[in-house]
C-alpha cells in the first residue's frame, strides 16, 4: 500500500502546477475575450489621429469592405435616437453637454457663451468648410447654420448599421467625429449621399475623404465600388495641401 500512495502524493504534486497553468489559460482567454468585446464595441481612434493622415487613410480605404448598400427602404432617423430638437430628449455626454453643444463651440469662433450654461453658444461665426463661405450663429435667430452628419446616418444603415443594436446606432450619431458645422444649403444638397455623388468644394476634400474613411473603418462599415474609388480620387486632393 505504501507504494500506491506515494504514487497519489506525486500525482497530486504534479496536478498543482498543472491546475495552475489551466487556470492561467482560462484567465487568458477569458482576459483576450473581454478586450475583444470592448474593441469590437467602441473602435476609435484616438483623437490625435482623427482625421489620419492621407497615406493611412488610404491604407485604411484598401482595408475596407466593398459590397453594394441594402435595406435603403428601411431606414429611419429616430432608429438612431432622439436628434437635437431643441426642446429636450437630447442624450449629454459626460460634461453634461449635447453634441451639438460640443460641434458649435468647437466649429464657431468669436464665440459668445450663455453665463449660467457653459455648454451654451449664444453667438458666433463659421467658415463654412464645405462651401467656404462666413456664416453668422445666433441661438435666438433663424441660422443658415446647421449640423451635419460627415458619415450620414442614412448611408450608414445602407451600409451596415440596418443591423446594429440601437445604442450603437445612437453613439454614431452623436460621435463628434462624424458631426461638423456647416451651411444649411450645403447640408441639405448632400443629403445621405457618399462621395461618389456629392462632394464639398475642392479645398475640403482631403479632410472630408480622410475623416469619412476613418469613421467608415472605425464603425466598421462597408463602402460601394464608386463610393470608394471616390475616395480614393478625393485622396490625391491631400498632395497639395
Known amino acids: 500500500m505504501r507504494p500506491v500512495r506515494g504514487l497519489r502524493r506525486r500525482m497530486k504534486a504534479k496536478s498543482v502546477p498543472l491546475l495552475c497553468v489551466a487556470a492561467l489559460v482560462v484567465a487568458l482567454w477569458v482576459r483576450d475575450d473581454t478586450h475583444s468585446s470592448i474593441v469590437a464595441s467602441d473602435v476609435r481612434l484616438p483623437l490625435a489621429a482623427f482625421p489620419p493622415a492621407s497615406a493611412s487613410a488610404r491604407t485604411m480605404l484598401h482595408e475596407l469592405s466593398v459590397a453594394w448598400n441594402e435595406h435603403g427602404e428601411t431606414y429611419a432617423r429616430n432608429a438612431f435616437g432622439p436628434g437635437w430638437s431643441g426642446h429636450g430628449g437630447e442624450p449629454l455626454r459626460a ?34 468648410p464645405y462651401t467656404g463661405a462666413l456664416l453668422l450663429y445666433d441661438r435666438f435667430q433663424a441660422s443658415e447654420l446647421e449640423i451635419d452628419h460627415l458619415v ?7 451600409s451596415g448599421a440596418w443591423d446594429w443594436p440601437t445604442d450603437r446606432r445612437e453613439q454614431m450619431a452623436n460621435d463628434v467625429d462624424n458631426l461638423v458645422a456647416v451651411a444649411r444649403r450645403a447640408n441639405r444638397d448632400k443629403g445621405s449621399r457618399s462621395p461618389d455623388r456629392w462632394r464639398p468644394r475642392p479645398e475640403y476634400r482631403c ?16 463602402v460601394t465600388p464608386p463610393e470608394r474609388d471616390a475616395l480614393d480620387e478625393m485622396l490625391d486632393a491631400c498632395s497639395g495641401q
Open 152 to 158: 450620414p446616418l442614412g448611408n450608414a444603415w445602407r
Open 207 to 222: 479632410e472630408y475623404a480622410r475623416r469619412w474613411i476613418a469613421l467608415k473603418t472605425r464603425y466598421a462599415l462597408h
Open 95 to 128: 460634461d453634461g453637454c449635447t453634441a451639438r453643444d460640443v460641434v458649435l463651440r468647437r466649429d464657431l469662433h468669436d464665440l459668445r457663451m450663455a453665463d449660467r450654461n457653459p455648454c451654451v453658444v449664444l453667438s458666433g461665426s463659421l467658415d463654412d
